[in-house]
């Protein structure tokens, strides 16, 4: 697993990696290497191929986004932790009425990634969101927004503590009051180094211990392996990424068995149709 504590920041809409969010956060997470770059929010491809070769060159092991750049932090497939800052979860909506400027391309690319960062593969085919993702993501916000709030939302989504069916209990601390999401009151949607240096601290400890008994499982996983025989029901215990590999192998092949079943039902009804006019011919 990479490093945690190497961090790429993803600013918001106007920022730069000159932000004063990207300083806070260099000053509250001292003992990290925070990495941050200039992102053009409104090139969606382009942006998310940008945070791809940050995180392969710098073997980035967390994500900080805030705002407009939460949403591009959110929409990563797998891996690393992410933590959102007054996160804007359906921009597609909300930067229209912050820049009319923006491209009606760019408002269609973000309406399609929406459609698919908060949906599972087995609702959605293009779906992306997993349990483990769900139990390495954590938000903060502002109670006090003066632009928008999707913290309801969030909640709904990622959940307020760890909640993962046993088979990916991966890397879950045996801390149940452990939150995913930090509320801080009078805060607006720009927040300062006080108000976010504790729950910052806060989730950042939790993606360390995460990653920790993480480590400690793929450790394990890597020195032996099981044989398992077609209809054995086992709970694999399995490193977070594996854990989404093996969640995502599921949800496909639950699908193809459906779309299948749904073929026969077709052919069936299809059949019984023909025979039922036939016999009505006679």
């Given at each position: 697993m990479a490093n945690v504590k190497n961090i790429l920041y993803v600013h918001g809409l106007g920022g730069s990696k000159e932000s004063t969010t990207c300083k806070n956060l260099r000053e509250i997470l001292r003992d990290c290497t925070i990495f941050a770059d200039d992102f053009d929010l409104f090139d969606v491809a382009g942006t998310q191929k940008k945070i791809e070769d940050l995180i392969a060159e710098h073997d980035i092991g967390t994500l900080i986004g805030s705002s407009f750049g939460a949403f591009y932090v959110l929409a990563r497939k797998a891996l690393p932790f992410r933590i959102v800052i007054n996160p804007c979860m359906k921009p597609s909506i909300e930067i229209p009425k912050l820049d009319p400027s923006i491209p009606e391309k760019t408002v269609e690319d973000l309406q399609k990634l929406e459609a698919?960062?908060?949906?599972?593969?087995?609702?959605?085919?293009?779906?992306?969101?997993?349990?483990?993702?769900?139990?390495?993501?954590?938000?903060?916000?502002?109670?006090?927004d003066e632009l928008f709030s999707y913290r309801d939302f969030f909640e709904k989504k990622y959940g307020r503590k760890f909640e993962i069916p046993i088979v990916f209990t991966t890397g879950c601390p045996n801390d149940n009051s452990a939150s995913h999401i930090f509320n801080?009151?009078?805060?607006?949607?720009?927040?300062?180094?006080?108000?976010?240096?504790?729950?910052?601290?806060?989730?950042?400890?939790?993606?360390?211990?995460?990653?920790?008994?993480?480590?400690?499982?793929?450790?394990?996983?890597?020195?032996?392996?099981?044989?398992?025989?077609?209809?054995?029901?086992?709970?694999?215990?399995?490193?977070?990424?594996?854990?989404?590999?093996?969640?995502?192998?599921?949800?496909?092949?639950?699908?193809?068995?459906?779309?299948?079943?749904?073929?026969?039902?077709?052919?069936?009804?299809y059949i019984e149709d023909s025979d039922e006019a036939n016999m009505e011919e006679k």
């Open positions: 698919a960062i908060y949906v599972t593969p087995e609702k959605n085919e293009n779906g992306i969101f997993t349990s483990v993702m769900k139990t390495t993501t954590f938000g903060i916000f502002g109670l006090c801080v009151e009078g805060a607006g949607h720009k927040m300062t180094k006080d108000q976010l240096s504790y729950p910052v601290l806060k989730a950042f400890e939790s993606v360390k211990k995460l990653a920790n008994a993480d480590d400690k499982i793929r450790k394990n996983y890597e020195t032996f392996s099981i044989e398992v025989k077609l209809g054995e029901c086992v709970d694999p215990i399995l490193p977070l990424e594996e854990a989404d590999n093996f969640e995502r192998h599921i949800l496909e092949r639950k699908n193809r068995q459906e779309r299948h079943l749904n073929r026969i039902r077709n052919l069936r009804k």
